[in-house]
């Protein structure tokens, strides 16, 4: 690993460390708070589709937990189909999965850190053939959420892949936009 990379590594460590360590500090002021689990769950994530010469589907669920009012972290799983039917063999899918955190710093602004190993098929260029391998990935950003009833919501995220490798990566830019909905 690069030392530009092991950098970026220790500065995710050290910031995921800083909010734990704030959290843990604002959950003691609502230590008499008795919301239950499940009231503290929230659900959703990114369902995708696209039909014509270019097939690609993609399913992508989330589950998280508020662990204060400020501070969720979670879990989700990411599944993508593609068939570009202009080449033969233009059939694949990736999947994978990831943890978050999410820190809201204003009511529907929030920060976002995740690390996220999907695995797909990779072509490489020395042997000229494609292979199927994990690619990891560490986002920092932050995004907008635009509330829609009680709990129901939309996220617009933005995020920067700070372990981004042109050659390694099933994205082709370090920056990644997502919309997802929240239930």
Known sequence: MSLLKSKYLLLF?????????????QREIYEGDSIQLK????????FGMQFGTVTLIDFSPLVGVMI???????VGITYQYFNDRRYIGGETSSYGGRLFSRYNIFP???????????NFDNYNRFSERFERIWSNAIFLGGGYFAPF?????????FLYNVLHDNLRSPY??????????VL
């Not at 009231?39 to 990114?46: Q, T």
């Not at 204060?68 to 979670?74: E, H, L, N, Q």
């Not at 009833?149 to 617009?156: C, K």
Request: charged share 15%; proline share 5%; net charge neutral.
């Open 13 to 25: 460590f050290l910031a995921f460390a800083l909010f734990q360590s704030s959290t843990f500090a």
């Open 68 to 74: 204060t009012p400020k501070f969720s972290s979670g």
């Open 39 to 46: 009231d503290r769950l929230y659900y959703g994530g990114n």
């Open 108 to 118: 529907n602004i929030f920060l976002h850190a995740e690390y996220e190993s999907i």
């Open 149 to 157: 009833g009680p709990r129901g919501g939309a996220n617009f995220t």
């Open 172 to 181: 082709g830019e370090p920056y990644v936009i997502r919309v997802g909905f």
